[in-house]
């Protein structure tokens, strides 16, 4: 009896050795050393998030975005991603040194995000799409984030805060309740600016396709 159970924990302690030293211990020792790449002008990929992109990637974190967006391009024949204009290169590890946590995802009801900003730089676009999906994707299944924004009738003051030139103007034909304009808040504002920056173009030397 006592033999069995010695046998027991020796089994149990060695399955969970093993799963750490293979999960934990090895790839923290292969990436722990990665440095950021240098560029020819002096500046460096990647780069740690800061200010509004940094703001915003908090914002992507609780409203949940990644149960459907994924930031992780598959190499070429593990997928159609780069096909898709997802992204131009697999990822790999150095993508995400500075981001903790990563929001590499698994869910793809929606397309991969990890270079929208190079494949989607415009404001006004994303602001559109966040208030309502409908307007530049119609029959998109993605949820409405309105409460992003303030929403403008015409002859309605500018929000608190807000300048003449964080107006979104609605187009006309897909105005509806007599809405006209609308005003990204600071949370709208900061998730705009992280995607934007969005982009995993940089050509690494381990990511050659
Ligand atoms: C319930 C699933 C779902 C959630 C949650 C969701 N999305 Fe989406 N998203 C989609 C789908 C589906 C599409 C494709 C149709 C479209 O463009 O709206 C999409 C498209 C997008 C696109 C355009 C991608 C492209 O390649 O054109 C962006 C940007 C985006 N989502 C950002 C976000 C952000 C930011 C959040 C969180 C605030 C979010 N999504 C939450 C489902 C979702």
């Known amino acids: 009896m006592i033999g069995r159970s010695i046998g027991l924990s020796v089994g149990v302690f060695l399955t969970i050795a093993a799963s750490v030293t293979g999960l934990v211990i090895i790839p923290n020792w292969q990436f722990r050393e990665l440095q950021p790449v240098k560029k020819a002008d002096g500046t460096q990929y990647p780069v740690p998030y800061f200010g509004e992109q940094l703001k915003g990637r908090g914002v992507y974190i609780d409203q949940g975005c990644i149960y459907c967006h994924s930031q992780q391009i598959r190499m070429?024949?593990?997928?159609?991603?780069?096909?898709?204009?997802?992204?131009?290169?697999?990822?790999?590890?150095?993508?995400?040194?500075?981001?903790?946590?990563?929001?590499?995802?698994?869910?793809?009801?929606?397309?991969?995000?990890?270079?929208?900003?190079?494949?989607?730089?415009?404001?006004?676009?994303?602001?559109?799409?966040?208030?309502?999906?409908?307007?530049?994707?119609?029959?998109?299944?993605?949820?409405?984030?309105?409460?992003?924004?303030?929403?403008?009738?015409?002859?309605?003051?500018?929000?608190?805060?807000?300048?003449?030139?964080?107006?979104?103007?609605?187009?006309?034909?897909?105005?509806?309740?007599?809405?006209?304009?609308?005003?990204?808040?600071?949370?709208?504002k900061a998730l705009i600016e992280y995607l934007r920056g969005l982009n995993k173009t940089f050509p690494l030397p381990e990511a050659a396709q």
């Open 76 to 188: 070429k024949g593990y997928g159609a991603d780069i096909r898709r204009n997802w992204g131009t290169r697999r990822s790999v590890p150095r993508d995400y040194i500075f981001e903790k946590p990563h929001q590499l995802g698994t869910m793809r009801t929606g397309p991969d995000l990890a270079s929208i900003g190079s494949r989607q730089p415009s404001v006004v676009w994303h602001a559109l799409h966040l208030y309502n999906p409908q307007i530049t994707s119609p029959g998109s299944t993605m949820p409405r984030f309105n409460y992003l924004f303030t929403e403008m009738k015409s002859g309605d003051a500018l929000p608190a805060g807000a300048f003449p030139a964080d107006v979104i103007k609605i187009p006309e034909p897909l105005q509806t309740n007599g809405i006209t304009q609308l005003v990204p808040n600071d949370r709208g």
